[in-house]
């Protein structure tokens, strides 16, 4: 089993910035992909973005496409999601999660394919 702890989320302005990080502990070498979701109240939970450990690929929801960008340093095993220009609309509880199966990268913006999770960290955009 993979632990997961998330940091980085806060109070931030329309147009700000956050940077989200995903520390993992435990069975580290046994997850092909990190990915970020996030729910707001009333909200079903969305699949942000998410990257291949194995081959860097990566997904990002139309939503954040071309603001959001997600990284991760395998020998740190740490993943990232850098939020740029946000919106009130980007509010919500974001969770990283990792995945022990090994599928193509648009599989994983499925939450099912995700068997560890983290406790998630609150984003609030808001002037």
């Known amino acids: 089993q993979v632990q997961l702890v998330e940091s980085g989320g806060g109070l931030v302005q329309p147009g700000g910035s956050l940077r989200l990080s995903c520390a993992a502990s435990g069975f580290t070498s046994d997850y092909y992909a990190i990915g970020w979701f996030r729910q707001a109240p009333g909200k079903e939970r969305e699949g942000v973005s998410c990257?291949?450990?194995?081959?860097?690929?990566?997904y990002y929801a139309d939503s954040v496409k071309g603001r959001f960008t997600i990284s991760r340093d395998n020998a740190k095993n740490t993943g990232y999601l850098q939020m740029n220009s946000l919106k009130p609309a980007d509010t919500a509880v974001y969770c990283c999660a990792t995945s022990a199966i090994r599928a193509p990268i648009l599989v994983y913006s499925d939450y099912t394919f995700f068997g560890s999770w983290g406790q998630g960290t609150q984003v609030t955009v808001s002037s």
């Open positions: 990257i291949s450990t194995t081959d860097g690929s990566t």
